[in-house]
């Protein structure tokens, strides 16, 4: 046990304790070496005043702080056996293993034990855990020795296995507990501060060499959290459970690798994490998972994304029977991958805006730093409703902003269904896409029509996929329209109820709707909405005619699963032709309900 050391300064000075975990590298407090850039050390009866450098600090900086840890790096190896660190379940055992160990120990360097350091039984178990960071420790009354100043970076170990489980932090130094309270780091903490730790621990998810190997090729890349939760919810888009916010692509891969199951959930991560880090991952494949590694199938994710993903916040509104109340929940997705959810809440006809807009608060931060646009998912009856009016009250904003600064759509809730009206409209949807056209029909407001001549009209003409009502369409024209098919609709918000519909103007505009959006890509619709929308506001662009102004934009393919499917525009958006079945976006996957075998 050779790997026990004090830490000093220059000048001789006992500062505490440290541990040796390899060669050269030894770990200890960060308050121990603060404001020290070198330090001595010595491992009594083995070397004296050994020259080294403080190589990192975590984020300590004073008493009470979290990452209460710092590297030190000696000048030249040793010829000393480093610690051995125990299993990271020694202290919180699964099912049919043995109990934490009855005692623990620690040699530190108190007062008058500076030269040889001294010895203090302790005692802990994983309940003990403070503030998500300490394991509190306790020594019994019935030990001479307590816990004081020079225990700070001591090694914490099981005296039968002579395995490391964390380092002493503090104590209390005062009072009728002096000595005999104080606090560790465990292994768990120290390594989410220094990950380097996880070189050296015994992790059963991969061998020695190639975890080594694999950590250091991501060392130093840094991605933003949410593009790391969306990496591992791509790679397992079935996986319902809450993702930690990842503080680095090694922890991301720490996290499948010790909570997820299957055999190739590396191999579903690496080549995910690799093309959002820009990390060539396919020679560590090709040499650490020869067999199962197919170089050409995953050759091609590095090109596979070429644009940002996009997002969308989608609220789903299901109209209950007794006494005219509402189911409302939301889903939240990026680029095809749930990354939240929330309800249903029950709620009734006239708080569905005041809670629509407190749950769009909740959920935005999910599609922060995205393309991401808003979809209502309702029955008939609220498709008029003007929620490009309402309101996105984003926490820690100013003021609040109108939800037209992002596209807003309108789908149906019975195409969440397998109709045969959702299989139409997937027909439709098809149809339009491949066509790469949106190209709508103008729908005057004093045609003679109603439900059976309206359906009639649309069902012989399989090619007709978009519609342009000139004002609110009325309610036989809407449903025959659902009943169709029909994937895309467009219309002002205005009643008619004029026998000669002067007032409603529908050539005026007609006309500019069709301008607007005929030629467009209809996945790239409701982008154009949006800036529809925005143009009617502005003084300098719009006008009292604008086309702009109370536009809802129906936009709904099929998708037949039990969550709304969230618009992968970007991805629909860039591919020239080509059919693709469904709400615009192609190779998405719902959440199921239940997850997947292999994914943990």
């Given amino acids: 046990m050779h790997w026990r050391a004090r830490i000093g300064t220059v000048d001789g000075v006992p500062r505490g304790a440290g541990v040796l975990v390899d060669r050269a590298r030894l770990i200890t407090c960060a308050h121990v070496v603060d404001g020290l850039a070198e330090v001595f050390v010595t491992l009594p009866g083995i070397a004296e005043a050994l020259p080294a450098a403080v190589a990192w ?91 004081g100043e020079g225990f700070s970076g001591a090694a914490v170990y099981d005296p039968g296995t002579h395995l490391v489980v964390g380092i002493v932090t503090d104590a209390v130094l005062g009072g009728d507990q002096e000595g005999y309270i104080g606090r560790m780091l465990p292994l768990d903490t120290i390594r989410g501060h220094w990950e380097g730790l996880d070189d050296f621990l015994p992790l059963d998810w991969l061998p020695d060499a190639p975890r080594r190997e694999l950590r250091a090729l991501f060392d130093g890349v840094r991605l933003d959290p949410g593009t790391l939760e969306l990496t591992v919810r791509r790679a397992f888009p079935t996986f319902r459970r809450p993702l930690p916010a990842f503080r680095s692509p090694w922890h991301a891969i720490r996290y499948v690798g010790e909570e997820l199951t299957g055999e190739e959930r590396l191999l579903k991560m690496l080549p995910e994490l690799g093309a959002a880090a820009r990390v060539p991952v396919g020679p560590w494949l090709r040499r650490w998972m020869p067999d199962r590694y197919d170089g050409e199938a995953h050759a091609a994710f590095p090109s ?56 769009l608060a909740e959920q935005i931060g999910g599609v922060h730093g995205f393309d991401w646009m808003l979809e209502f998912v309702v029955p008939e009856r609220l498709m008029s409703e003007p929620f490009e009016e309402w309101q996105i009250r984003e926490p820690g904003a100013a003021r609040p902003r109108p939800m037209r600064t992002v596209p807003v759509v309108v789908r149906h809730l019975d ?13 439709r949807w098809a149809t339009v896409r491949a066509r790469g056209r949106t190209r709508p029909e103008r729908v005057e407001c004093g045609l003679p029509y109603g439900y059976e001549e309206f359906h009639d009209w649309l069902d012989a003409d399989e090619q007709l996929c978009a519609l342009a009502y000139a004002a609110t369409p009325a309610p036989e024209w809407l449903s025959a329209a659902l009943d169709t098919g029909v994937p895309i609709m467009l219309w002002r918000r205005r009643d008619c109820g004029q026998a000669n519909h002067a007032h409603c103007a529908p050539d005026t505009f007609l006309d500019r709707i069709t301008a607007a959006v005929a030629e467009l890509d209809p996945a790239r619709l409701p982008f154009a909405v949006m800036r529809l929308r925005k143009e009617a506001r502005s003084p300098n662009k719009g006008d009292a005619e604008h086309c702009g102004h109370r536009l809802t934009l129906f936009w709904d393919g099929a998708e037949n699963k039990p969550d ?34 292999g994914s943990g």
């Fill in 415 to 427: 195409r969440m269904e397998p109709l045969l009206a959702s299989y139409l409209a997937g027909r």
């Fill in 304 to 359: 596979r994304r070429p644009s940002p993903p996009t997002g969308s916040v989608v609220f789903r509104a299901q109209s209950m029977t007794r006494a005219g109340g509402i189911d409302l929940s939301v889903s939240t997705v990026v680029d095809g991958v749930p990354v939240g959810r929330a309800g249903p809440v029950r709620i009734r006809r006239q708080q569905l805006r005041a809670k629509t807009e407190a749950l």
């Fill in 57 to 147: 600090t975590g984020g300590w900086r004073r008493e009470g702080d979290r990452g209460d840890l710092a590297v030190v790096e000696l000048g030249e190896p040793l010829a000393v056996a480093p610690c051995a660190f125990a299993p990271l379940d020694l202290l919180r055992p699964r099912e049919g293993k043995r109990a934490s160990p009855a005692e623990l120990r620690a040699l530190g360097f108190p007062f008058g034990h500076e030269k040889d350091g001294t010895h203090v039984t302790l005692r802990t178990s994983a309940d003990r855990l403070l503030g998500q960071e300490w394991l509190e420790i306790d020594v019994e009354q019935a030990h001479l020795r307590r816990l």
């Fill in 564 to 597: 709304p499917p969230l618009s992968a525009v970007h991805e629909a958006g860039a591919s020239e032709g080509g059919a693709t079945s469904g709400g615009g976006a192609s190779g998405r996957t719902g959440m199921g309900p239940t997850e997947s075998a």
